[in-house]
Each structure stands twice: as C-alpha cells, then as structure tokens.
Nanobody, 115 residues
Framework: VQLQASGGGLVQAGGSLRLSCAAS????????LGWYRQAPGKERESVAV???????NYADSVQGRFTVSRDNAKNTLYLQMNSLKPEDTAVYYC??????????WGKGTQVTVSS
C-alpha cells in the first residue's frame, strides 16, 4: 500500500491545520495508524496513534490540541491540529502497521507555525 500525506502549510500560532493521509488500498485491516513528526536536528517522534479497535494515544505535547481519526470508507487517516505552536513545526509523516507488523510510511508534509 502507498500512503500520500497532505494538508501541511504555513500557519500562525494559535491556528489550525488538518492533515490527511490517503492510502492506495483498504486500511480496514491495519492494526495501527499513526502520525509522526521530525523537526530539524531532532529525532522522529510519535504524535498520535489510532488502533484498530478505535483507541487513541497522543504525545503529551499535543494532548488536548490534536485529534487523530480514520475513515475506513475513504481509506484515509486524519490529524486535526488546533492551537498550533511554533514548536509543532516539523515534517509530519503517516505510518501504518499491518497485522503482521509491517510498517508503511508516507512521504512527509511540512507544517510550519510562525510566532
């Protein structure tokens, strides 16, 4: 399966963006769908994950501001980002894990938050 992330851009602090990650095939059977980010000079970190049963997990730094969701009918993963901060600036990647543990990465989308 191929993943295509979109929705990044330049936004002022306090603003919102919605990222999308469209899969080329069905995502119904995938075990975990998540968003990661990598800021310049930093390691890639997990931002938000949604498990097949619907439970979600967020990094402490985005808890209460970001919401991850999935639309199986559209084969798409979303990340709604509100109250954005300059420290949210990074390249955001989507990552899917199938029931066998195989990981699929999408190309990143740049999010830049100005102060």
């Amino acid at each position: 399966v191929q993943l295509q992330a979109s929705g990044g851009g330049l936004v002022q602090a306090g603003g919102s963006l919605r990222l999308s990650c469209a899969a080329s095939g069905s995502i119904f059977s995938f075990h975990a769908l998540g968003w990661y980010r990598q800021a310049p000079g930093k390691e890639r970190e997990s931002v938000a994950v949604i498990i097949s049963g619907g439970s979600t997990n967020y990094a402490d730094s985005v808890q209460g501001r970001f919401t991850v969701s999935r639309d199986n009918a559209k084969n798409t993963l979303y990340l709604q980002m509100n109250s954005l901060k300059p420290e949210d600036t990074a390249v955001y990647y989507c990552n899917f894990i199938n029931p066998y543990g195989m990981r699929y990465w999408g190309k990143g989308t740049q999010v830049t938050v100005s102060s």
